[in-house]
């Protein structure tokens, strides 16, 4: 039993929002193939909404989220983490910081976003990308997709608040129903510039457009949940091969 | 921001099954009314799905839970949590014990599940039960609710195998969409025989009969997934005006 007690954990930084991480969770467990209980992944989740808000930070002069970050990435490591996955796409501005400081290695989803979307069979082409204002402003992806050879499609200023901040709020606010009217309508102005594929690129969104009704967009979405999901579920497989 | 690290958690105890306990951390989140991100309860869920099963433990002298228990609840006391709610009703048979031995309380689900009777105007009657064969062999509502004046009415032993156990057996196999037709039926059966409510006391039968498909049931269902969410979110509050 202790040998298991110090088999590795998979640590969770949720709270940025607090439904996408849990959603998160249901998803990793979800792709996980098992016959038991037993078979899942041992995962800590720290959920903690007080993460000071990432916008206000960056351009406000709002409070310091990493010391937060910090304190959950220690805990969990302590606790046994042997790998952190982080389900919100903003705070990976900060991902150069969180990684220095972190005593585990942390999963990048723009990285996992980019695996998913070889899983998809798209390697190159013109990808629309969805997201917070300040993560398309600071061309969070752009960066990554233009050097793998991608094209990347922006929504306008006017159109990234109606269509991306809309939907995401409408999450944040228990109102998930109402979020994938302007999703969708996102989505398909995308599709319409001619996106072969549309980046879900805020935890938000996937929770905005459910899985039942993608079949309706009429472009493949990558959904950054699920792409995160993938990356640690293959990640962790990793690290337990190192601990036999 | 010390005194806000300082702040109560929620503990959650999951990983049995593990899926079970994304969904109360989900449901956790959708049931508590906010207007920002930061308004939620911070929360920690640890989900363990190797503590040891439960039925093997009591039937077959199987490995003792407890110590993965009581580790578990340990790092989430040390972490900050103050209260733990464990989204899993089979492992309430070792409520004691597991009461006993944490440092900060724990809420029993079965007292959230008659509280959620009464918030839904059931004060008396005949209560119709769902749960693992083993919490329905030792009565772990049945002592509960006849104290409190209910009837309790019990599917036999074959019917526990198809309309309880399956069900619960395919949503741990990430198979949920199967999961309603048999359990669906056991409601059925149990409404048949007089019940005026039906307790899906197995947090994998809240998932095997979604919210959306309720209401095709013609008796009101008492989910001990959302019974605990409701449960942690008033304890919660009173942690949190004492902490102030």
Redesign the interface.
Known sequence: ?DK??K?P?VGVLG?????A???F??R???I???????????????????IP?RRLAYFHNG?DPM??IN?AIA?MAH?GAKVIAIPCNTVHLWFEKIAAASPIPVLHIVQAVIDDLHRQGIHSGRVGLMGTALTLQLGLYQGFLEAKGYTCIVLNEDQVEEYCTKPIQLV???RSNEAFEPAAAGVNILRELGADAVILGCTELPIAVPHYRRSELGVPVIDSIDALAHATLERYRKEESFSD
Do not use: Y
């Open positions: 039993m298991n007690f088999d954990f709270g940025m929002g607090p439904m991480a849990a959603v969770m249901c990793l467990i979800a996980t193939p098992v016959e038991h209980d037993e078979q899942h992944i041992p995962a800590i989740l720290w959920n903690d909404p007080r808000d409070a010391p937060w304190h805990h606790a944040k606010l228990n």
